[in-house]
């Protein structure tokens, strides 16, 4: 495990352009910034939240922002802003989280406001589909916080995190455009699974989330990544330092996992051993 940047505020969604650049977003400060050769400069400003920086095959950037409540594309030659999704049904979206884009362009997103806006009291959380200007709700005002969204590698299936559930979610596509959920691994203990990643193999790479101030005697700043197989079975874990894993993105090569982590506001890099897939 390799740290690469240590922030002064809270960092998101390490995500990489269709150039290779590393990018990361900062809830706190609304910057986007991007990582040169070891420097961090910003590119832009959501003048809100965000939570997720993601490029579609275009190398447009695409931002979730949990204060704006919408999806937003921000030009990095102007700084200018574009609100692109922010209702459905003319109603207002609670905050996309999340989001992913297949090879064909559609676009997959968690709907799930601030954290605790949706509950287990509260399980008015959401997943869509925009393909072109149809959306499409996977799951509508059910789910308990959704945040991590993730695709297999044929892109098949859609892996979403359910946080406050602590467990993961699969929808199956069958026939084209009707999804089936069911519950792909049941997570317990800690607060539940924020960030998803799947690697060329069908591994899923799951962060396992816990608040700072919850954690065990002894173990209060290790967290856990956990690798699930296709079936939904324990492939292994990762130890992370802290707790408040919410970032996870492999590069192009699928070599090396990216990890941001909010309980020492890093982001750390981890290479990931071919053999022991």
Same mark, same amino acid.
């Given at each position: 495990?390799?740290?690469?940047?240590?922030?002064?505020?809270?960092?998101?969604?390490?995500?990489?352009?269709?150039?290779?650049?590393?990018?990361?977003?900062?809830?706190?400060?609304?910057?986007?910034?991007?990582?040169?050769?070891?420097?961090?400069?910003?590119?832009?400003?959501?003048?809100?939240?965000?939570?997720?920086?993601?490029?579609?095959?275009?190398?447009?950037?695409?931002?979730?922002?949990?204060?704006?409540?919408?999806?937003?594309?921000?030009?990095?030659?102007?700084?200018?802003?574009?609100?692109?999704?922010?209702?459905?049904? $003319? =109603?207002? +979206? #609670?905050?996309?989280?999340?989001?992913?884009?297949?090879?064909?362009?559609?676009? *997959?997103?968690?709907? &799930? /406001?601030?954290?605790?806006?949706?509950?287990?009291?509260?399980?008015?959380?959401?997943?869509?589909?925009?393909?072109?200007?149809?959306?499409?709700?996977?799951?509508?005002?059910?789910?308990?916080?959704?945040?991590?969204?993730?695709?297999?590698?044929?892109?098949?299936?859609?892996?979403?995190?359910?946080?406050?559930? $602590? =467990?993961? +979610? #699969?929808?199956?596509?069958?026939?084209?455009?009707?999804?089936?959920?069911?519950? *792909?691994?049941?997570? &317990? /203990?800690?607060?539940?699974?924020?960030?998803?990643?799947?690697?060329?193999?069908?591994?899923?790479?799951?962060?396992?989330?816990?608040?700072?101030?919850?954690?065990?005697?002894?173990?209060?700043?290790?967290?856990?990544?956990?690798?699930?197989?296709?079936?939904?079975?324990?492939?292994?874990?990762?130890?992370?330092?802290?707790?408040?894993?919410?970032?996870?993105?492999?590069?192009?090569?699928?070599?090396?996992?990216?990890?941001?982590?909010?309980?020492?506001?890093?982001?750390?890099?981890?290479?990931?051993?071919?053999?022991?897939?």
């Amino acid at each position: 495990m390799e740290t690469l940047i240590e922030s002064q505020s809270k960092i998101a969604s390490p995500c990489f352009s269709n150039d290779g650049k590393l990018y990361f977003c900062s809830p706190e400060t609304g910057d986007i910034s991007v990582v040169e050769d070891d420097d961090v400069s910003v590119v832009g400003n959501t003048k809100g939240a965000p939570n997720c920086v993601c490029f579609n095959a275009d190398d447009r950037m695409y931002v979730c922002d949990f204060a704006r409540q919408a999806i937003l594309t921000l030009d990095q030659n102007t700084g200018e802003l574009t609100e692109e999704i922010s209702e459905y049904e $003319n =109603r207002q +979206l #609670r905050g996309p989280n999340q989001l992913v884009f297949d090879k064909n362009g559609v676009m *997959f997103f968690t709907d &799930s /406001g601030h954290i605790g806006e949706t509950s287990i009291q509260n399980p008015k959380g959401s997943v869509f589909c925009l393909n072109g200007d149809q959306i499409q709700p996977l799951a509508y005002e059910c789910l308990a916080y959704p945040s991590g969204i993730a695709l297999s590698p044929k892109e098949d299936i859609v892996y979403v995190a359910e946080t406050m559930m $602590n =467990r993961v +979610l #699969r929808f199956v596509q069958k026939p084209a455009g009707v999804y089936h959920c069911s519950v *792909f691994h049941q997570f &317990s /203990g800690g607060l539940g699974p924020m960030a998803l990643a799947c690697d060329s193999s069908g591994l899923l790479y799951v962060s396992n989330f816990d608040f700072t101030e919850a954690g065990q005697e002894g173990e209060a700043n290790v967290g856990q990544i956990t690798v699930l197989k296709p079936n939904g079975k324990l492939h292994s874990t990762i130890r992370v330092n802290g707790t408040e894993i919410n970032g996870l993105m492999f590069d192009w090569e699928k070599k090396n996992l990216y990890i941001s982590e909010n309980t020492f506001r890093t982001l750390s890099k981890a290479t990931i051993n071919p053999a022991q897939k």
